[in-house]
């Protein structure tokens, strides 16, 4: 290709130029995805009601560094994964994303903390360890559809990047919410009921996303 | 005017664009241009590469416009759509390696027949095996070959990336070469 034919691809472009309306700013793209989750509360509300006994779960060290871990890596996960479909916002995703992943990592680290201390067995049945998963992963479906389509209408640089932190995110989020209506108790149950969710949701989902924004891009 | 203010300049410029102004839009990548240029340089070892480059940098700023916020600066956006654009390109000419599909040229077996030239100069075998292509591919190797475009031109107007024209672009090679073989046969 020459000089002339790029010159001349610029004014082909100009030609072309059709008015596009803006993505929504990285704030409005989080409150979208907090919003679709704040709808989930809402059914969890007056569906099931809240955990009335949560305050007091919080009495055990573990269990309060494990949410506040999980509320983090969501806040932190869906703003890395946002950001990574927004040109020029390396330094704000992998910053985020760093938070997401510390904090993810400490909430893993707090249940282990948790069954070493209380036992594997503390808490309840393991039949609650796969209802509780159940009810998580579909509590993701909402935010992750949310996140993707989001990404859908960015431009992704990296578009594995980009998916996995969201979904680590979005996978989070869900985790909290099912989180707040479970009477359930114990390190191995916040481990394998929600806090596990998001690096599931990451695992499976990362790819397919990915695909589809790299489809979407082309 | 410097580089703070050039860049304010271009953020304005973009954000025009975004509503539609053309005349601003050509003024502002006429403007980018040797910065993309530099920046495409500083990456890339062949510099044989790089006008091509510098194309599908340009035609993904197009394609991103939308994500540009007014209120953001314009430079870090562009920088990083540049440079992504940039390692795109060498990752997909690492996997190419030996198959040209650039469309400079394109090495079509000798006609056996005696040649009359039907519509666009084409041999009637070669027109007629162009015809049978399916439709996206033929409109890929048509443009390229037959109009001239260069590759970014001819995936603007396909409305595709530059790498989704090629990958169409080589199959129809590959099949018109296949057909104008068995034809010689």
């Known amino acids: ?218 | 005017m410097g580089e703070p203010e050039a860049e304010a300049a271009w953020g304005t410029a973009m954000a025009a664009a975004q509503r539609g102004d053309a005349a601003s839009y050509e003024k502002l990548l006429a403007e980018l241009l040797p910065e993309v240029r530099r920046l495409v340089r500083a990456r890339l070892f062949d510099p044989s590469a790089v006008e091509d480059v510098v194309q599908n940098a340009l035609l993904s700023i197009h394609r991103a416009r939308h994500t540009y916020r007014p209120e953001r600066p314009f430079g870090p956006w562009m920088r990083a759509i540049v440079r992504n654009a940039t390692i795109d390109s060498y990752r997909q000419s690492r996997r190419r390696s030996q198959r040209e599909v650039g469309g400079d040229t394109i090495d079509f077996l000798p006609d056996p027949r005696p040649v009359t030239p039907g519509e666009g100069g084409l041999s009637p075998p070669l027109a007629k095996a162009l015809e049978e292509l399916p439709t996206k591919q033929r409109e890929a190797v048509r443009m390229i070959q037959i109009e001239g475009l260069s590759v970014a031109e001819a995936a603007l107007r396909a409305g595709v990336s530059v790498s989704a024209l090629k990958v169409r672009a080589h199959r129809g090679y590959r099949a018109l070469r296949t057909r104008l073989q068995e034809v010689s046969e």
């Open chain 1, 1 to 218: 290709m020459t000089p002339s034919s790029t010159e001349g691809l610029i004014r082909e472009l100009a030609r072309s130029l059709e008015p596009v309306t803006p993505r929504p700013s990285l704030v409005a793209s989080f409150a979208i995805v907090a919003g679709l989750v704040l709808v989930e509360v809402a059914y969890i509300a007056f569906a099931f009601g809240f955990n009335p006994h949560f305050k007091a779960m919080f009495i055990d060290g573990w269990f309060g560094i494990a949410f506040i871990g999980l509320v983090v890596a969501s806040i932190c996960g869906a703003i890395a994964g946002l950001s990574s479909a927004e040109p020029g916002r390396e330094r704000l995703r992998n910053a985020t994303a760093i938070a997401a992943g510390a904090a993810l990592s400490a909430t893993v680290l707090a249940c282990g903390f948790g069954i070493l201390r209380l036992g594997v067995g503390y808490g309840v049945a393991p039949t609650a360890d796969w209802s509780c998963f159940t009810h998580t992963i579909g509590f993701a479906l909402l935010p992750v559809a949310g996140f993707t389509w989001l990404m859908m209408r960015g431009w992704v640089g990296q578009p594995l990047v980009g998916a996995a932190l969201g979904l680590v995110g979005t996978g989070a989020m869900a985790a909290l919410v099912s989180e707040l209506a479970c009477a359930a108790w114990g390190p191995r149950h916040l481990l394998l009921g929600h806090a596990g969710v998001p690096l599931l949701v990451a695992a499976l989902g990362t790819i397919p996303v990915a695909l589809l924004l790299r489809w979407r891009a082309h």
